[in-house]
């Protein structure tokens, strides 16, 4: 802790005019004010950060448009499959997120010329397993890309801080409007651990190493990279018309 200053020595000077005296009181009385205004503006803004810990209840993003169907977001017939392999708690899969998905979902997931299926890891730990579960619950009902979009959008600043815990998730899942008797059930079911599962033991036989990984046609691309490089994979795979892996 820094040291303590010293205060220097107060000044005792004659009683002021009772007019300033009451202009030193109006003084003073804004000054509170207007600390107050600024802690609570300060307050506010926390609350409203790109991960705020409490659910917000509006997606980042409006897949109006873009069909959704299980795991799979965009036109079931479109020519590209994108399959994406991430974790819930991965700070790069959250920069994925964050400057390469809002490009995809704005042009080839809404002109039908691809699709993006999600693949779940949970490498990260125990919170990105619960992470996994509240996504498969949420799935159940039709809302597992509204979950993905708030999970990401909540993510905490460290892995298995807490922002994952089971209650957190359940207050995430609450305020997407989830049947919550549902929610619970399927979140503590063994098909929510089957899912957890199955994710890993498809990432090991795709050998993927890290997250996130897509996989085009067949060919892995690690990392977030650049939307221009995606698109050109996209490019590539509709003019070879190959089928996704």
């Known amino acids: 802790m820094a040291a303590e200053e010293l205060s220097p020595p107060v000044e005792i000077s004659a009683p002021a005019p009772a007019g300033s005296r009451h202009r030193g009181r109006i003084?003073?009385?804004?000054g509170v004010s207007a600390l107050v205004l600024a802690v609570a503006l300060l307050s506010l803004a926390a609350l409203v950060g790109p991960r705020a810990a409490e659910a917000t209840n509006i997606p980042s993003f409006d897949y109006a448009g873009i069909p959704?169907?299980?795991y799979t977001l965009g036109a079931a017939d479109a020519p590209v499959t994108i399959d994406i392999y991430m974790d819930f708690q991965c700070p790069i899969c959250h920069d994925w997120y964050t400057t390469i998905f809002p490009s995809l979902r704005a042009g080839p997931l809404s002109s039908g010329e691809a699709k993006l299926v999600f693949h779940g890891t949970s490498a990260a730990g125990p919170e990105s397993v619960a992470a996994d579960k509240a996504a498969y619950a949420a799935a159940q009902q039709g809302y597992f890309w509204d979950m993905w979009t708030t999970l990401y959008?909540?993510?905490?600043a460290d892995e298995n801080s807490g922002a994952f815990s089971d209650a957190n998730l359940r207050a995430l899942a609450q305020n997407l409007g989830l049947d919550m008797t549902r929610y619970d059930a399927d979140f503590a079911s063994?098909?929510?651990q089957d899912f957890v599962s199955a994710g890993e033991t498809d990432s090991h036989a795709h050998n993927i190493t890290g997250t996130p990984t897509l996989i085009i046609a067949g060919v892995q691309y690690p990392g977030v990279g650049s939307?221009?490089?995606l698109a050109a994979a996209i490019g590539a795979a509709q003019a070879s018309a190959s089928p996704s892996r």
Request: hydrophobic share 45%; glycine share 18%.
């Open 27 to 30: 003084a003073g009385l804004l």
């Open 68 to 70: 959704t169907a299980g």
């Open 153 to 156: 959008d909540h993510q905490g």
């Open 190 to 192: 063994a098909a929510a």
């Open 227 to 229: 939307y221009a490089d």
